[in-house]
């Protein structure tokens, strides 16, 4: 990655260990998850659907009800604020202003029924003490910035008058608007076309380069978390499984559920067998191992895996991966290991 | 805008026409023979030879429905055979009395049933909920008669606060007419109250799952502003047309209401005019309040186009 970081900046967001359990459930949805993002770091998470990553983003943004998803434990430093602690009131002048999220979905995100330059204008008279003059002139300025062809000409569309597309780049304006120093997006692209996905994701690298805004990206594609992240953390059925530099997750990944991730990615290439896919489902909530939640589906599973937690420990500079076979090559030698896209 | 509105009326005339042959031909399967009516007691043979011809009842049916549709668009809906009073006349003086009633039942509907729904939506499955339902439910169960009459027993005869019945023009005596029409307008509007509670709520809770009422709470704005401006613009649509035809209903005339507190609207009108068999009546009052129908289903269209950029884009 070209980007520069200064590895040594503080976090801007910083969650630890944070655990979440939606109200009558017999497990936490979420568990254990710590993570942090520098200025102008991207954080990929990673996992495949339902396994907690938008819950965890929802429930930083504050937008899940505390009487449906209870903490049960962790913080979520945003600079002073434990974001978890925050009242509704301090939360709310928080979101859209110096913490923004966009979503999966662009062709409902909008609102219908008003103009998209009112719909950025707002957020910018939310949080700021300008004038309506002024806020309409930074929702026409953001509608620049993303790249909405004759800009000044589309402030005054209503959502319908534009592509899914151009949706979520009105979006992303919305959610940059006020200089945010942390943008969550979730799935921004899944919904999108495959050329405009690259777009979206092209110009979201490109926003966030001359913003410096951290950038926590959730998305199961990997296509994706190659070309953007700088570090990358894995999720399965609700638990970390492994986190590191983008480098190693793709190079050395150690947690069995990361390898067979990496295996399930199709590469354009001469074509060798099937394409690998991990066998077995998700465990259903009530379902849950009380040990390493992906033993029903690892291959290396031993006894011991469905019984106890394994920690997320240290493995190299900064990766981490919670299985207590890791590094695995060490414990089953004569495995045979697939090469990432073979 | 225009041409939409032009379009709508231009549909409006064939249902209209509709209306008018229904009306006429049940008319005339009725039994009883108007002839008599007019006749009176004597019945005399010579007599009812004359009003026969008089009224061109002797000629074909389709005869006489075009005598009376050509009368009718020629402003002509005829002659009271009760009281001799032009048709028209009659409409003129009750159809205001009914709009008086109606207006002043959907504003007390509206204070009480949209931020009913609107409450019990955004309190769902809380204590709140349960009794805004439970007001709604015997709001709809609670039969406008027996609301009528009991409150007409509390606040008029024992209270002695408001008259019991009557009827006073607003522009006679405006306190009079507010204090005369209030307990009728209540009585009606508590109705339509838990009819539009329901229907608030419902849509409310719809668009409270929205995407982008998510995207207002992620822009950070506060949440009476995410249900009012973001929320509830966006369930206005189901609530706007509803609200017309709960409006065209009430200019049908409350038939028991204005019973009840003996108001001289369009209710009490049609009800005297259907036994005395005063079939000139009958059918204007009919046909106008088709009319008055069709014209809040034309409001309820224009509000629509009004609220919803995609019907205005689309024209």
Redesign the interface.
Known sequence: MSKAIDLNAAPVLSVENLALRFKGAPANIIDGISFAVRPGETLCIVGESGCGKSVTALSL?G?LPRSVAQVMSGTAMFGDHDLLELS??AM??????TI??I?Q?PM???????RIGDQIA??VL??KSVTRAEARQRALQMLDRVKIPAASSRLDD?P??LSGGMRQRV?IA??LANDPAVLIADEPTTALDVTIQAQIIDLIEELQKETGTALVMITHDLGVVAEIADRVCVMYAGHMVEDGPVEAIFDDPQHPYTIGLMSSVPSVGPRSGRLAAIGGMVPAIDNMPSGCRFTPRCPFAQTNCAVSQPPLDELGPSHRAACHYAPLETVFPEAVFQEAGS | MLSYIARRLVIAIPTLILVSIFVFVLQKLLPGDPALVLAGEERDPEMLAFIREKYRLNDPIIMQYFYWMKAMLQGDLGISLRTRQPVLDLIGDKLPVTVQLAVMAMIIAFAIGIPAGILSAVKKGTAVDYIANFVALSGLSIPNFWLGIMLIMLVSVHLGWLPASGYVSPFEDPVKSFQTMIMPAFVLGTALAATLMRHTRSAMLGVLK???V??????????HTVILK?AF??ALLPIVTLSALLFGELLAGAVLTEQIFTIPGFGKLIVDAVFTRDYAVVQGVVMCTAAGFILMNLVADVLYFL????MR?SL
């Not at chain 1, 709310?92 to 202003?97: H, I, K, Q, S």
């Not at chain 1, 409902?108 to 008003?114: A, D, E, I, K, Q």
């Not at chain 2, 998510?214 to 949440?223: P, Y």
């Open positions: 943004m937008l509704q009131r709310a002048d928080l979101r859209g202003n923004s999220m979503f979905e409902t995100s909008l609102n219908p029924s008003y707002e957020v939310r949080h209503y319908h008058e979006m919305m959610a | 929205a995407d982008y998510r995207t207002a709470r992620a822009k950070g704005l506060l949440e973001h613009r966006n609220l919803n950029p995609r884009s």
